[in-house]
């Protein structure tokens, strides 16, 4: 295990990234509130005619070490920009570390290659923003697909509201 950090170091070095290169994306933002806007895909194209159906799930993370957080909505819009699905008419409160999660399922098949999550949320004092993650899947007889998309953050709230 003594070995495991200088090789994972050298490795880096070999690839041309370095160590602060590789930390760079993990800046911590607090902020009040926010939408994140999460990539899914409801089908995938295996060849130029043919499509695969897959299964989305959302997964919305609070990594606040300290404050809940609050989903205020959810939302499912297709590759047309059209709303597709409302997840939530309360909102959902997270402890510290908790998540919550919201399926298409792999029958619904509806969304097409450009589908995507608006995830909007909210806290009573400035946390660590919420992580959100899409997850795929999806196959036919021995073949299999799954594949991750993260979330970004396409509005931030920095001030508390008055």
Same mark, same amino acid.
Do not use: C
């Given at each position: 295990?003594?070995?495991?950090?200088?090789?994972?170091?050298?490795?880096?070095?070999?690839?041309?990234?370095?160590?602060?290169?590789?930390?760079?994306?993990?800046?911590?933002?607090?902020?009040?509130?926010?939408?994140?806007?999460?990539?899914?895909?409801?089908?995938?194209?295996?060849?130029?005619?043919?499509?695969?159906?897959? $299964?989305?799930?959302? *997964? @919305?993370?609070? &990594?606040?070490?300290?404050?809940?957080?609050?989903? /205020?909505?959810?939302?499912?819009?297709?590759?047309?920009?059209?709303?597709?699905?409302?997840?939530?008419?309360?909102?959902?409160?997270?402890?510290?570390?908790?998540?919550?999660?919201?399926?298409?399922?792999?029958?619904?098949?509806?969304?097409?290659?450009?589908?995507?999550?608006?995830?909007?949320?909210? $806290?009573?004092?400035? *946390? @660590?923003?919420? &992580?959100?993650?899409?997850?795929?899947?999806?196959? /036919?007889?021995?073949?299999?697909?799954?594949?991750?998309?993260?979330?970004?953050?396409?509005?931030?709230?920095?001030?508390?509201?008055?």
């Amino acid at each position: 295990m003594k070995h495991f950090l200088p090789a994972v170091l050298l490795g880096l070095a070999v690839t041309g990234v370095s160590v602060t290169q590789a930390w760079a994306d993990n800046t911590l933002i607090r902020s009040v509130g926010g939408t994140i806007y999460v990539p899914a895909f409801s089908t995938a194209f295996v060849s130029e005619s043919n499509k695969q159906p897959l $299964a989305t799930i959302l *997964v @919305v993370h609070n &990594v606040d070490p300290k404050s809940s957080i609050s989903l /205020t909505s959810v939302r499912y819009y297709g590759s047309d920009g059209g709303l597709i699905r409302t997840f939530e008419d309360t909102p959902i409160d997270l402890t510290t570390f908790q998540s919550s999660d919201f399926a298409i399922g792999l029958r619904e098949n509806v969304g097409g290659a450009g589908a995507n999550f608006i995830v909007e949320w909210s $806290a009573e004092v400035p *946390v @660590v923003e919420p &992580v959100a993650n899409a997850l795929m899947t999806g196959g /036919t007889g021995t073949q299999g697909l799954s594949f991750r998309t993260d979330g970004y953050v396409i509005d931030r709230i920095t001030e508390p509201a008055q």
